[in-house]
């Protein structure tokens, strides 16, 4: 990093912000991630797919695909969930399906799911390296961070951190999804799909908490004109 640390102004977050810790974050994740029942509806179709082919092969698995991806579409939709979020989750199923009709084998149906965790990798660690680290850059307004956070010390710190957490992350899914995936573990494949729906949410949780406790104490010690982010 090039950015020498200044004093910002920052925006005062609202009182009842909860204090940073797991917990806190893991409860912010379920939430976002649409509770037990959203993760439940989201892998729906993963689940469908991985099961009818241990039992029927891939022509069953194309079949309980068809069924159960529309099935989850109308159920986030039932649930008032995004409609972006619901034809999101329709489309990655086709993709999938697609991929997997054209190798002609049933673990296609994971290789797009395998290969993003490592897109993410090489995102996460290119925007650190740039001076945007990528939880900054998405998430400062939503911390009520100032304009200028890349040059508030602590609050870089805490997005650069976290930068490299999710760069990590991605990493270790990336391994074990490539391992099982090259192993031909379809149904252990499905299970991590399942597993790992709450993490980015727990991420980003986590990270919001950090920087609006970094923004509380600065604004604490600075008692100038706020700048919020919003303006």
């Known amino acids: 990093m090039t ?3 200044t004093t910002s102004h920052v925006e005062q977050p609202a009182a009842d912000d909860e204090p940073v810790s797991v917990g806190a974050a893991a409860r912010r994740a379920l939430e976002s991630s649409g509770g037990w029942v959203g993760i ?4 729906a179709p993963t689940v469908a797919f991985a099961a009818a082919n241990s039992f029927g092969g891939l022509t069953w698995a194309f079949i ?3 069924v159960s991806a529309p099935m989850a579409f109308g159920v986030r939709l039932a649930r008032r969930e995004s409609l972006r979020a619901a034809l999101v989750g329709l489309v990655i199923a086709a993709v999938c399906a697609l991929v997997a009709a054209l190798t002609g084998e049933a673990r296609g149906f994971f290789l797009v799911p395998t290969l993003l965790p490592a897109a993410w990798t090489l995102f ?6 740039i001076g945007r680290p990528l939880t900054g850059v998405a998430l400062n307004r939503l911390a009520g961070g100032p304009l200028d956070w890349r040059h508030h010390a602590p609050l870089r710190r805490v997005y650069v951190v976290t930068s490299l957490v999710g ?10 999804r490539a391992a099982l995936y090259l192993a031909d573990q379809l149904a252990i494949l499905a299970v991590v799909e399942v597993a790992v729906v709450p993490v980015p949410f727990a991420l980003a949780a986590f990270t919001v908490l950090a920087a609006r406790r970094v923004v509380r104490r600065s604004a604490a010690v600075t008692p100038s004109p706020i700048t919020p982010e919003f303006a």
């Open 64 to 66: 309980a695909l068809v």
């Open 167 to 176: 760069a990590g992350i991605g990493l270790v899914n990336f391994v074990l």
């Open 40 to 43: 439940a509806v989201a892998a």
């Open 3 to 5: 950015n020498e640390p």
């Open 124 to 129: 996460c660690l290119g925007s650190v390296l």
